[in-house]
Every structure is written in structure tokens, then in C-alpha cells.
């Protein structure tokens, strides 16, 4: 499980009172992945979280001997919606035995919708294909590998069910290890505000200052203080998930608006290759779009490729860009390229 406590402990009231249904072959699952997974029911259910478990497959599935062993507040249940209602409100897990549904059928999924349910989460034999999270609209144009589960996933999003999670019942822990952490071991797609970029807010400084503290250090980022950013707010864009920032790019106007430096961007390492880099640029660039700044530009020493590359940068000479930022530049050690993209 991901070592991150502070990104554990986000998710306890995010979570509280909040309804998941889980679709469980428990016949086909791995002993011990099973077991850990009916142990983190026990997590789940003491922390506040309403639970549904739907036992499909036709082997002998053995989940309410389980469920008996580990203590779990529980009881059977049809699939209705008014008994599952009762139960969870009385604090019990509700058990629906049914071996012949589907995963994501029809059955499952109006009664996942019908009790509001935040997430639908589905064991499956093997990984999906597709990143940690992907929107809904995305999914809908999945091509490829995995593309009906994807596509289905995405219905049952439009149907009402904020978020679908796909995990790979043979990792051991993958349940506690998907919900517990932004990036997640399995694959979630969403239809709400999981992921956004926003202005940063004066409470976000201090973890910004953290965050990119290891780059600061490392000479990839200029130095930067509270002050400075607590002056410059406007300036700054940060990326959340669920709340938790993972990212943050600022946008330096010239006096003259006639260009705009594009700086401080970063993305946690525990969050990389996700594409959240480009998406941050693109925002900065959006909103220099809207301010009328024909084009902007940035100084770089190792994501040069990834400018030029991805968001089709192009290198200029340093005298393009403001005297003042001329003068910062060649005043420090710093042996960055000047990169620039017409925008308007």
C-alpha cells in the first residue's frame, strides 16, 4: 500500500457515508487476495463507508463464511433496493448472492444507481489496459484493448455512478491500494471533479513550497519563497486529485503583455507519466489565450524535449524575450534554453 499518510488520511471523511459497490467473483479470486480484501471491508466498514457485495460466478464461492470469520457486520440481501437501503443504514454490509450477473450488466448497475452509489468497483481476472483514471469522455473513444469494457464503464458513468473502478483480483491488496491513494493500482473512470486545475489559493502555498522542493534543490526549478508566491498568486495554476494537489504551472506576464513566461511546472513523481504535464501547459496557455498574449515562452534545461516534442515549443534566441527576464536569466547559474510557441 502506498506510504503517503497524509494522502491515506484525505480520503477517511471523503468517504464517510458514501455508498460502494463491489462486484466480486470470489470463487475465481486468489485465497489470500480474497482473504486481504474482506479485511479491508473490515477498514472500510469502520471508517463509515456503505457496503454492497454482489458474489457472482458459479463456483462455491465461500464469502459468507469469510465474512463470518472477520467479524464484518452483515446480511444478506436481494436485489432490491429498499432491503439493501435497510441494511446499510442499519450499518451492515449488504450480501447479494447471485452467480449468474454480469459484472457490469443491467442488474447490477440500476441497483448500483438506484442506491446512489459514489462507486462501482468490479473485480476482474486480469489488468485492464488504459492509465490510473480516465474521463468518461475518453472512454467512451477508447480504441484498442480493453475498448468494450472501457465503453461499458463509461455508460454505467452516464447512468449516474460517479466513478467505475477495474481491478485485477490476482493483486493481492489491490482494493485498499486503488482506494487509498490518488493514482490508484487499478483503472477508475469518472464522471465528476476527480481531477482539476484551478488557481492556487493561499492555503495550497505551503504544499506547493513542499512539493517542488526536490527540484528547487536540484537546480531544475528557480528558488522560490512563500513571499514571492504569495505576492504573484494570480500567477499560479495547481492541479488537484480529489482535492490533494499533485502539480502546478504559473503563467509571468510581461509589462507590456506582449508575451508570457511559462514556469514552475511540475508534477509529483509519484504521478508522472500520466500527461498531467502537457494538461497543466495547456492551461497556462489557455489562459494567456484569454488575456490576448500573442505568444509565450519558457526556460528550460531537461523538459526541452518534452516542449519541443509534445507541445511544439520551438528554441529562440534569448533576446526575444523581456530584458528583465534577460537579466534574471544570465545572472544566475542556471544554463537554461529559451523555448517559444505562437498561441493567437
Same mark, same amino acid.
Given at each position: 500500500?502506498?506510504?503517503?499518510?497524509?494522502?491515506?488520511?484525505?480520503?477517511?471523511?471523503?468517504?464517510?457515508?458514501?455508498?460502494?459497490?463491489?462486484?466480486?467473483?470470489?470463487?475465481?479470486?486468489?485465497?489470500?487476495?480474497?482473504?486481504?480484501?474482506?479485511?479491508?471491508?473490515?477498514?472500510?466498514?469502520?471508517?463509515?463507508?456503505?457496503?454492497?457485495?454482489?458474489?457472482?460466478?458459479?463456483?462455491?464461492?465461500?464469502?459468507?463464511?469469510?465474512?463470518?470469520?472477520?467479524?464484518?457486520?452483515?446480511?444478506?440481501?436481494?436485489?432490491?433496493?429498499?432491503?439493501?437501503?435497510?441494511?446499510?443504514?442499519?450499518?451492515?454490509?449488504?450480501?447479494?448472492?447471485?452467480?449468474?450477473?454480469?459484472?457490469?450488466?443491467?442488474?447490477?448497475?440500476?441497483?448500483?444507481?438506484?442506491?446512489?452509489?459514489?462507486?462501482?468497483?468490479?473485480?476482474?481476472?486480469?489488468?485492464?489496459?488504459?492509465?490510473?483514471?480516465?474521463?468518461?469522455?475518453?472512454?467512451?473513444?477508447?480504441?484498442?484493448?480493453?475498448?468494450?469494457?472501457?465503453?461499458?464503464?463509461?455508460?454505467?458513468?452516464? #447512468? @449516474? $455512478? *460517479?466513478? +467505475?473502478?477495474? =481491478?485485477?483480483?490476482?493483486?493481492?491488496?489491490?482494493?485498499?491500494?486503488? /482506494?487509498?491513494?490518488?493514482?490508484?493500482?487499478?483503472?477508475?473512470?469518472?464522471?465528476?471533479?476527480?481531477?482539476?486545475?484551478?488557481?492556487?489559493?493561499?492555503?495550497?502555498?505551503?504544499?506547493?513550497?513542499?512539493?517542488?522542493?526536490?527540484?528547487?534543490?536540484?537546480?531544475?526549478?528557480?528558488?522560490?519563497?512563500?513571499?514571492?508566491?504569495?505576492?504573484?498568486?494570480?500567477?499560479?495554476?495547481?492541479?488537484?486529485?480529489?482535492?490533494?494537489?499533485?502539480?502546478?504551472?504559473?503563467?509571468?506576464?510581461?509589462?507590456?503583455?506582449?508575451?508570457?513566461?511559462?514556469?514552475?511546472?511540475?508534477?509529483?513523481?509519484?504521478?508522472?507519466?500520466?500527461?498531467?504535464?502537457?494538461?497543466?501547459?495547456?492551461?497556462?496557455?489557455?489562459?494567456?489565450?484569454? #488575456? @490576448? $498574449? *500573442?505568444? +509565450?515562452?519558457? =526556460?528550460?534545461?531537461?523538459?526541452?524535449?518534452?516542449?519541443?516534442?509534445? /507541445?511544439?515549443?520551438?528554441?529562440?534566441?534569448?533576446?526575444?524575450?523581456?530584458?528583465?527576464?534577460?537579466?534574471?536569466?544570465?545572472?544566475?547559474?542556471?544554463?537554461?534554453?529559451?523555448?517559444?510557441?505562437?498561441?493567437?
Amino acid at each position: 500500500m502506498q506510504s503517503d499518510l497524509r494522502a491515506v488520511l484525505q480520503y477517511v471523511p471523503f468517504f464517510r457515508g458514501k455508498t460502494f459497490v463491489l462486484v466480486i467473483d470470489a470463487a475465481r479470486m486468489p485465497e489470500l487476495a480474497l482473504a486481504e480484501s474482506l479485511l479491508d471491508l473490515i477498514a472500510l466498514q469502520q471508517i463509515g463507508v456503505k457496503l454492497v457485495v454482489i458474489s457472482i460466478g458459479n463456483g462455491e464461492a465461500r464469502i459468507d463464511h469469510l465474512l463470518i470469520d472477520g467479524e464484518l457486520k452483515w446480511q444478506s440481501a436481494h436485489l432490491e433496493k429498499d432491503q439493501v437501503e435497510s441494511i446499510l443504514n442499519r450499518g451492515q454490509l449488504a450480501l447479494i448472492e447471485r452467480p449468474e450477473l454480469e459484472s457490469l450488466g443491467n442488474e447490477v448497475v440500476e441497483l448500483a444507481s438506484s442506491l446512489g452509489a459514489f462507486k462501482l468497483i468490479v473485480f476482474l481476472s486480469e489488468q485492464v489496459s488504459g492509465g490510473n483514471a480516465i474521463s468518461s469522455e475518453d472512454a467512451r473513444k477508447w480504441q484498442g484493448e480493453s475498448e468494450v469494457l472501457l465503453h461499458r464503464a463509461a455508460e454505467v458513468c452516464i #447512468l @449516474g $455512478i *460517479p466513478r +467505475v473502478h477495474l =481491478l485485477n483480483e490476482n493483486y493481492q491488496g489491490v482494493l485498499m491500494d486503488e /482506494l487509498f491513494s490518488n493514482e490508484g493500482v487499478g483503472v477508475m473512470v469518472y464522471a465528476d471533479d476527480y481531477l482539476s486545475i484551478r488557481p492556487i489559493a493561499p492555503d495550497d502555498i505551503s504544499e506547493l513550497l513542499a512539493m517542488v522542493g526536490r527540484s528547487m534543490r536540484d537546480a531544475h526549478l528557480v528558488p522560490r519563497s512563500y513571499e514571492e508566491i504569495e505576492t504573484s498568486l494570480s500567477d499560479f495554476l495547481v492541479m488537484t486529485i480529489d482535492g490533494n494537489v499533485v502539480g502546478c504551472v504559473a503563467l509571468h506576464c510581461s509589462d507590456d503583455r506582449r508575451c508570457a513566461e511559462i514556469a514552475c511546472l511540475y508534477v509529483k513523481q509519484s504521478h508522472g507519466g500520466q500527461g498531467y504535464g502537457q494538461l497543466l501547459v495547456e492551461a497556462a496557455e489557455q489562459q494567456a489565450r484569454e #488575456l @490576448g $498574449i *500573442p505568444w +509565450v515562452f519558457a =526556460l528550460s534545461t531537461r523538459a526541452i524535449d518534452f516542449f519541443v516534442e509534445q /507541445l511544439d515549443y520551438h528554441p529562440c534566441p534569448i533576446e526575444v524575450i523581456p530584458d528583465s527576464r534577460q537579466e534574471r536569466l544570465r545572472s544566475t547559474a542556471r544554463e537554461s534554453l529559451v523555448i517559444r510557441k505562437t498561441i493567437t
